[in-house]
């Protein structure tokens, strides 16, 4: 998930320094109160990564706020560090509870395939990465939050990025009576007073390294930003990148069939797979063949343009093959109006509205237009690109009769010229009009 810093933070250096034991611990001259402060204590259900920003405002929040922290993490595909290894931080760092959620099957079958269905590309070339994931992240922080009788919502996320209005707006779509908080925004925090937190707690987090990017990756891809290439004339570096090899190595192309069942992928190469193996599957080969890197600027919600670098290997193929087979399948009108829904629903998801009322609505028609998507499509992955070179249905509106210019053509070519007059016909009329006024 994400994490930034913002500006100063006022009071984080001079902040109590009681360890979590003795903030429990009760005054023997006054029990009571002590219990009665207790129970009233805010309960704060923070998304936490694990790093620095968000180990830090565990202690930070149970000072500033006299809260009690429970920590949410979400393995959503993201890989790197043992997630158990996580848990055990945010404990050590002073959550009263730490919660680890395994949400990989989940993110695949509910967020990253009606992903696919949409065709979904924010700007025509992002496949929402990161965007995918806040609402799944979001329905896990208020399902703690309900769970452990929390009042509050935090995360880690600055006042110049996407992700606070995807996490506060989702949360607010949710559960309009949670409060939130974001401490690197609303305190405006640097880096170098967390570093110094972090040092004065003695929190087991390593402040010696500091990546010159940030990084957000998960099962759908990875996203790079900051550092050199905030100078949009820099051209990235090989090091950038993870999850795709080098596309101008040579190597043998690979040849893949995807199987779709009413638009989700069920099978490769005739090997039957869940949403998530199939997004694994597809990671790993097109992944290895340098397919779906991209580097743009990226139209933030905010107002600011932003360059990104991002990986999405999987998701580039799935949503090429997807689209072929639609091409095949679904009807003329019905393709078109479509297309202006599917940018329309990356819009909305880019914007954090997946639980806004038009998303759901669109939903429903994406769902329909899926009804006859199923099929094989043939794919060659290679130097970076994924080509479609085959595709079948036994939904297919293409008529092999209708489309030859070879002897067994069905196509009456004698109905055309009526139909070319009258589809031409407002066009003439508007021109002769113009020709009358002299226009």
Known sequence: MSEGVGAAAPGLSDAPTQ???????????????????????????????????????????????????????????????????????????????????????????????????????????????????????????????????????????????????????????????????????????????????????????????????????????????????????????EELYSYTANPAEPRDPDEIVITFDAGVPVAIDGETVTPYQAILELNRRAGAQGVGRIDMVEDRLVGIKSREIYEAPGAIALITAHQELEGVTVERDTARFKRSVDQRWAELVYDGLWYSPLKRALDVFIDETQRHVTGEVRMTLHGGRAVVTGRRSEASLYDFNLATYDTGDTFDQSLAKGFVELFGLPSRMAAARDARLGQ
């Not at 979400?74 to 931080?89: S, Y």
């Not at 929402?128 to 799944?136: G, I, M, N, Q, T």
């Not at 640097?190 to 003695?202: H, N, P, S, W, Y």
Request: proline share 5%; aromatic share 6%.
């Open 19 to 237: 360890s979590r034991a003795a903030r429990g611990k009760a005054s023997p001259s006054a029990p009571h109160d002590r219990a009665n402060q207790k129970a009233q204590r805010e309960r704060v259900v923070l998304a936490y990564s694990g790093g620095l920003d968000t180990s830090v405002a565990i202690p930070f929040l149970a000072d500033h706020m006299g809260a009690e922290v429970i920590a949410v993490s979400v393995d959503l595909g993201q890989g790197g560090e043992d997630i158990d290894a996580i848990r055990q931080r945010a404990l050590d760092c002073g959550a009263v509870e730490a919660e680890v959620v395994d949400a990989r099957e989940e993110f695949a079958a509910e967020y990253c395939l009606p992903a696919v269905r949409a065709n979904a590309f924010y700007m025509d070339r992002y496949p929402l990465v990161c965007a995918l994931s806040r609402p799944l992240i979001v329905k896990h922080l208020v399902a703690a939050a309900r769970k452990y009788r929390g009042t509050v919502v935090s995360h880690g996320c600055t006042g110049k990025g996407n992700d606070q209005v995807r996490f506060e707006v989702g949360i607010g779509a949710l559960a309009p009576d949670l409060k939130i908080v974001a401490p690197a925004r609303d305190f405006a925090w640097t880096r170098d007073k967390a570093i110094v937190l972090a040092e004065e707690r003695g929190l087991p987090i390593d402040v010696s390294h500091r990546s010159p990017y940030s990084i957000d990756q998960n099962l759908w891809g990875r996203a790079v930003e900051t550092g050199f290439l905030e100078d949009i004339w820099n051209a990235p570096i």
